[in-house]
């Protein structure tokens, strides 16, 4: 059966501060690994992740993929109250047309 | 504005009923998607369909009905059968059948609750 598991499930740390945030995969025919930041209802993109070893970057948020241990972090440097959020990550299956999504991590930054 | 319009955005039931969550895009996406959202199990895909007037069942399509009779709609009806109907509804649309890009456009989301 298809997995990814997020950890943790629930993070709490003060504005300022760097966090890591991680996602394993467990899929047949493994294509692309997507990153999604929830803050109220419609998740939005933030990374989609294909080749092992290359960070994405965007602002503070920075990602990468490990394709032989099977897993992704997302980092958030510098944290701001506006990351709270929950963040979500999905491993794209080769030829399906469909995503397996993780539990989520919900990040709450404190002022 | 292109986007996906969901409604409504709360919706309260009597246990037994049906009910019909929409969805709606104005992006000329093909493909769209049903998820359901539970605390602490993320999404969990419910029907998708790549084409009009075809659709396919996700991982939790019991208790759950679909139709796709215009590119632009891709309604959700949460029968009587569905045991735990409870849950964050989202909908979503990609540009085609691949998911090359990586970008799911998601509604707002309905929030329905069962008493």
């Known amino acids: 059966e298809d997995k990814v598991v997020q950890s943790p499930l629930s993070l709490v740390v003060h504005e300022g501060d760097t966090v890591t945030l991680n996602c394993s995969y467990e899929?047949?025919?493994?294509?692309?690994l997507l990153w999604y930041k929830q803050e109220k209802k419609a998740p939005t993109f933030l990374f989609m992740l294909?080749?092992?070893?290359i960070e994405k970057k965007s602002g503070r948020l920075s990602s990468i993929l490990d394709k032989k241990e099977l897993f992704s972090i997302l980092n958030i440097t510098a944290t701001q109250t506006g990351d709270s959020a929950i963040y979500l990550c999905?491993?794209?299956?080769?030829?399906?047309?469909?995503?397996?999504f993780g539990q989520g991590t919900r990040l709450t930054i404190n002022p | 504005d292109g986007g996906i319009t969901q409604s409504p955005k709360y919706l309260f039931r009597k246990e037994g009923q049906n009910v019909t969550l929409s969805c709606e895009q104005n992006?000329?996406?093909?493909?769209m998607y049903w998820y359901r959202q539970d605390p602490g199990q993320g999404l969990r895909l419910i029907y998708y369909?790549?084409?009009?007037?075809?659709?396919q069942k996700g991982d939790i399509a019991e208790g759950y009905s679909v139709s796709r009779e215009k590119k632009e709609s891709f309604p959700l009806t949460v029968t009587s059968a569905q045991k735990n109907p409870t849950a964050f509804y989202l909908c979503?649309?990609?540009?085609?059948?691949?998911?090359?890009?990586?970008?799911?456009?998601f509604g707002e989301g309905s929030r329905l609750t069962v008493l």
């Open positions: 979503a649309s990609s540009l085609g059948i691949n998911i090359v890009t990586g970008e799911l456009f």
């Open positions: 899929v047949t025919n493994f294509r692309s």
């Open positions: 294909t080749s092992s070893g």
């Open positions: 999905a491993a794209i299956i080769q030829g399906a047309q469909k995503l397996v």
């Open positions: 992006l000329n996406h093909d493909a």
């Open positions: 369909s790549q084409i009009v007037n075809d659709f």
